[in-house]
């Protein structure tokens, strides 16, 4: 048992490092992307728009999928979907292939953003103890990894597809190979008077959906917004305005490194705290910040503080239906795209309107929303995280962070 929990647990690290790599890989190529196909300013945001729209629909329907296929099936074959749509935008020429390869990449990623993390908590409550933030530091690891790759390709000046082809050919067997590992954990028996035992009460998961949102509201405006802020509000140079995004990526990967450390130590409860205050601060500095020095600080600060909020969501909502875990995330998942898609023309409209200071006291605001919902991070069953881990029966070998 000890050797499949580890195999298993690997794999899925592997798999949420191969997702962060080709996302960012999309994401950051997206101007040499528009210019390839000739999308013009008032399309693209359609375009942007599609993506997380198909995602959300991806998701539902893994829900459904999942009451007849085990996730790790699923994730199995939509990982290298969501890989050959990737190739797919970098090797087309035409604005309709390019609408059907972002199609297959938003649908399929749904499905393997939700699967990803029904595995991640189902293992989590089969180990007795957090993990779910170890498996996010390698979704950052992959998304350093292909920042820095679309980097070389733009510096050199490389095709889409010759940029996009090496990475598919590589990702594309492994995780494949890597797929035959994965384990659709199961956690101790649920009490049956429980009423997690019973079906998803979405009043119930609502404040974890409101959290997920807030959460991907701050994280999207770092992603789209930073660069320019550093830039046209603090007056940086063009060269600095790329550093942001990438330390934030780095804070971020370090803050769930030694996450799932402070949830065992201190619980999810304290931990979601201090991170929505960190954050807040974050916010505050930026939004404050005299100069381009102090701005990146703020950004440094939010890398720290937002890096925790979504892991644990996904986890809290395990806990809270450990009997109906793959539904709740299903569910919950869709709020991940929510957030994504209001929160980058949120701060554009507010910085046009009002200014782009003022802008980002908003996402400010509603990360400090989330103290409100701590209380919904509160172990549960489990009982991991507030000192008072389960016996486990399966020796998992010490470390627990480690992959």
Same mark, same amino acid.
Request: glycine share 12%; net charge positive; proline share 5%.
């Given at each position: 048992?000890?050797? $499949? ?8 690290? #592997?798999?949420?490092?191969?997702? *962060? ?70 090797? *087309? ?14 649908? /399929? ?18 180990? *007795? ?57 199961? +956690? ?24 997920? /949102? @807030? ?6 405006? $770092? ?42 130590? @201190? ?18 500095? $930026?939004? +404050?910040?005299? =100069? ?5 600080? =703020? #950004? ?12 644990? /969501? ?6 809270? #239906? ?28 507010? =910085? ?46 010490? *470390?627990?962070?480690?992959?």
């Amino acid at each position: 048992m000890t050797d $499949v929990l580890r195999r298993g647990r690997a794999s899925l690290a #592997f798999s949420f490092c191969a997702q *962060g790599a080709t996302f960012a890989l999309l994401v950051t190529r997206i101007p040499a992307i528009q210019d390839r196909y000739g999308v013009s300013d008032a399309l693209l945001p359609v375009f942007l728009a599609a993506v997380p729209i198909l995602a959300g629909v991806g998701s539902v329907t893994t829900e459904q999928l999942v009451k007849r296929i085990r996730p790790s099936r699923l994730l199995r074959w939509s990982q290298p979907v969501v890989l050959l749509a990737l190739l797919g935008v970098g090797a *087309g020429d035409r604005m309709a292939e390019l609408g059907i390869a972002l199609a297959a990449f938003g649908l /399929t990623v749904g499905a393997l953003d939700a699967s990803m993390n029904m595995l991640g908590v189902s293992l989590q409550r089969t180990y *007795g103890r957090s993990i779910m933030l170890g498996f996010h530091a390698a979704y950052s690891l992959g998304g350093i990894v292909g920042a820095s790759l679309a980097w070389v390709g733009a510096h050199w000046h490389l095709a889409l597809w010759v940029s996009y082809l090496p990475v598919v050919v590589v990702l594309l067997p492994a995780t494949f190979i890597g797929s035959r590992w994965y384990v659709d954990g199961s +956690g101790p028996a649920v009490d049956a008077e429980g009423a997690e035992a019973g079906p998803v009460v979405f009043k119930l998961l609502l404040p974890l959906c409101l959290v997920m /949102t @807030f959460a991907y509201i701050g994280d999207s405006t $770092v992603s789209n917004w930073s660069a320019k802020y550093l830039q046209d509000t603090l007056r940086s140079s063009e060269q600095l305005a790329t550093v942001p995004y990438n330390v934030y990526m780095v804070t971020t990967l370090l803050g769930r490194s030694l996450g799932d450390f402070g949830v065992r130590r @201190f619980g999810a409860v304290a931990v979601v705290r201090l991170g929505a205050l960190v954050a807040a601060l974050g916010f505050a500095v $930026v939004a +404050g910040a005299p =100069g381009a020095w102090v701005g990146m600080l =703020g #950004f440094t600060l939010l890398g720290l503080g937002l890096c925790v909020l979504v892991p644990q /969501t996904f986890a809290a909502a395990g806990r809270l #239906f450990p009997g109906a875990s793959d539904t709740a995330i299903a569910r919950l998942n869709i709020f991940n795209y929510v957030g994504f898609l209001i929160g980058s023309p949120l701060v554009g409209a507010l =910085g046009d309107a009002w200014s782009y200071r003022g802008a980002m006291l908003v996402p400010m605001a509603l990360v400090l929303v989330t103290l409100v919902y701590a209380r919904s991070f509160k172990p549960g069953p489990d009982r991991y995280g507030d000192g008072h881990e389960r016996p486990r029966t399966a020796d998992v070998g010490p *470390g627990s962070n480690g992959l």
